[in-house]
């Protein structure tokens, strides 16, 4: 709308200087005014078709601001147009497209100055040239100047609520822009952290077992027993085999099924029989027990894996730091939650001293990130211990409707 008005008054302009210019050729006798009205003419169309095409430049982001020549060349184009008018009256209409010019350069208080001040030279130039004063010829005028006061005021108004609404909508898309770089932020680090726990849960786990049994295969090969040793190597195979499976999941982004375990039950007695295993391999005595309670029911898969990444980490603890015979897993199905705990009698600890946040040497991670995955499922996880008394590792993740009806 703004673009169909600027465009009209120009359009305006021109067609009214060139009717002024023709009813001078047609009405004038003097040869040397009508020259002096034709130079003055070409002279004026060339000073506005020089401000608009700047101003046009300018809005198109080629040219540099034209604000500090608009008042001089408004000047100049009234200056000529007064010229013009005291040559002919005809040349009187251009002022309604020079009022809104005004309006629309100048202040407000300024702008209706200037258009009292053209709307007095458009009433003594009919004056001067009709040798007299009537009525029609100051309404008129008074009349135009008034309605073009208001119309300049509209498209002032529409001019600042465009201004604004371009300013609003680059400052919308800065936003978007800037709150599209902070989810990808947030995404980044949120995968980084997922990858973190599941390198913790799967690799990091694994060669730790293999780093341990095979000091246990050096040991038994510097004493000589041979068969000890080559036990201890085959276990270091199983744990690798077991770690290469885990990683082709984790690369693949499905969860982990060893030897083609389709249930959550037999991939923790297998874990039970790995870990078994690996303590067997470092020279350990160290039963592991599993049991389940109540009926199995299928599980949603980051169900499945966060209570099979728990088992994981829980039993790794315990074999690595609790110096304990004896652990039990238990997995328990409730009607509106699923648990499972991990019981052991070992050494111990003081709940007070587990930590909030991995340690800087990078130890600490493992219940930390199994908090942080816990959490997103809305579950829970619960230590009870005491020095010389065991560890009791409780998680508990409930159930949907829809998700215990699986």
């Given at each position: 709308m703004l673009r169909v008005l600027r465009v009209g008054l120009h359009v305006g302009f021109a067609a009214l200087l060139g009717v002024g210019l023709i009813r001078v050729l047609l009405s004038e006798p003097s040869l040397p005014r009508r020259l002096i009205a034709i130079v003055l003419t070409l002279l004026l169309a060339a000073l506005y078709l020089a401000g608009t095409l700047a101003e046009k430049r300018h809005a198109a982001g080629r040219a540099p601001s034209t604000v500090r020549w608009a008042k001089w060349w408004l000047g100049g184009v009234v200056v000529l147009w007064i010229v013009l008018l005291y040559l002919h009256a005809d040349f009187s209409w251009l002022a309604f497209p020079l009022f809104f010019l005004h309006l629309h350069i100048l202040g407000q208080r300024h702008s209706l100055i200037?258009?009292?001040?053209?709307?007095?030279?458009?009433?003594?130039?009919?004056?001067?040239?009709?040798?007299?004063?009537?009525?029609?010829?100051?309404?008129?005028?008074?009349?135009?100047?008034?309605?073009?006061?208001?119309?300049?005021?509209?498209?002032?108004?529409?001019?600042?609520?465009?201004?604004?609404?371009?300013?609003?909508?680059?400052?919308?898309?800065?936003?978007?822009?800037?709150?599209?770089?902070?989810?990808?932020?947030?995404?980044?680090?949120?995968?980084?952290?997922?990858?973190?726990?599941?390198?913790?849960?799967?690799?990091?786990?694994?060669?730790?077992?293999?780093?341990l049994v095979s000091r246990s295969a050096s040991a038994a090969l510097e004493s000589g027993d041979t068969a000890a040793a080559a036990e201890r190597l085959e276990t270091i195979g199983e744990t690798a085999a077991e770690n290469l499976a885990e990683a082709r999941d984790f690369v693949a982004d499905l969860s982990s099924a060893s030897d083609g375990a389709r249930s959550l039950a037999g991939r923790l007695r297998r874990l039970c029989a790995s870990t078994e295993r690996a303590a067997a391999a470092a020279g350990h005595d160290f039963e592991v027990i599993f049991r389940?309670?109540?009926?199995?029911?299928?599980?949603?898969?980051?169900?499945?894996?966060?209570?099979?990444?728990?088992?994981?980490?829980?039993?790794?603890?315990?074999?690595?730091?609790?110096?304990?015979?004896?652990?039990?897993?238990?997995?328990?199905?409730?009607?509106?939650?699923?648990?499972?705990?991990?019981?052991?009698?070992?050494?111990?600890?003081?709940?007070?001293?587990?930590?909030?946040?991995?340690?800087?040497?990078?130890?600490?991670?493992?219940?930390?990130?199994?908090?942080e995955r816990l959490d997103l499922l809305d579950g829970s996880l619960e230590i009870e211990s005491a020095p010389g008394e065991g560890t009791v590792l409780a998680v508990r993740i409930p159930l949907t409707t829809e998700e215990s009806s699986l």
């Open positions: 200037a258009v009292g001040m053209l709307t007095a030279a458009v009433v003594a130039a009919g004056w001067y040239h009709s040798g007299s004063l009537a009525l029609p010829q100051i309404l008129g005028p008074v009349v135009g100047a008034i309605f073009a006061v208001i119309m300049g005021m509209a498209y002032r108004a529409l001019y600042t609520e465009g201004v604004n609404q371009r300013l609003a909508l680059d400052e919308l898309r800065a936003t978007r822009a800037a709150l599209a770089d902070e989810q990808h932020r947030a995404g980044t680090l949120a995968e980084r952290t997922r990858l973190s726990r599941e390198i913790h849960d799967t690799l990091a786990q694994g060669l730790s077992s293999i780093v389940q309670d109540g009926s199995a029911t299928a599980l949603p898969t980051e169900i499945s894996a966060a209570l099979w990444r728990a088992a994981q980490s829980g039993l790794a603890n315990v074999a690595a730091h609790a110096h304990a015979k004896h652990a039990v897993i238990s997995l328990g199905y409730l009607p509106d939650a699923v648990t499972l705990d991990i019981f052991d009698d070992g050494s111990g600890m003081d709940t007070g001293e587990i930590p909030a946040k991995p340690r800087a040497d990078g130890t600490g991670y493992g219940l930390v990130g199994l908090r």
